[in-house]
């Protein structure tokens, strides 16, 4: 059983910063990507950012320039440092991991339990 936790959401103003973390436990061999996704109501959940077993980045274009993705792989948490941000990013954000359990098994996804983020104008 793996679990994702999350945390770092809440309430900030139109122009400030906010830092999501996600730490990763339980039956792990080794973590491929982890990344964040977000859903605002009434939309379908979108990629934000995600980082791979090789530090390779991906961002959404709405959040490049003002989002950074980081990993600690020894302690298989990931980060992110979302600065300007806007009211349109205000969402519940979603952790995920790509996983295996056990050498040589298939990869599973995980997700977090989400994290609101609120920006106000």
């Known amino acids: 059983q793996v679990q994702l936790v999350e945390s770092g959401g809440g309430l900030v103003q139109a122009g400030g910063s906010l830092r999501l973390s996600c730490a990763a436990s339980?039956?792990?061999?080794?973590?491929?990507?982890m990344g964040w996704y977000r859903q605002a109501p009434g939309k379908q959940r979108e990629l934000v950012a995600t980082i791979g077993s090789s530090a390779n980045i991906n961002y959404a274009d709405s959040v490049k320039g003002r989002f950074t993705i980081s990993r600690d792989y020894a302690k298989n948490t990931v980060y992110l440092q979302m600065n300007s941000l806007k009211p349109e990013d205000t969402a519940v954000y979603y952790c995920?991991?790509?996983?295996?359990?056990?050498?040589?098994?298939?990869?599973?996804?995980?997700w977090g339990q989400g994290t609101q983020v609120t920006v106000s104008a």
């Open positions: 339980g039956s792990i061999f080794s973590i491929n990507a």
């Open positions: 995920n991991a790509a996983y295996t359990p056990y050498s040589g098994s298939p990869s599973f996804r995980v």
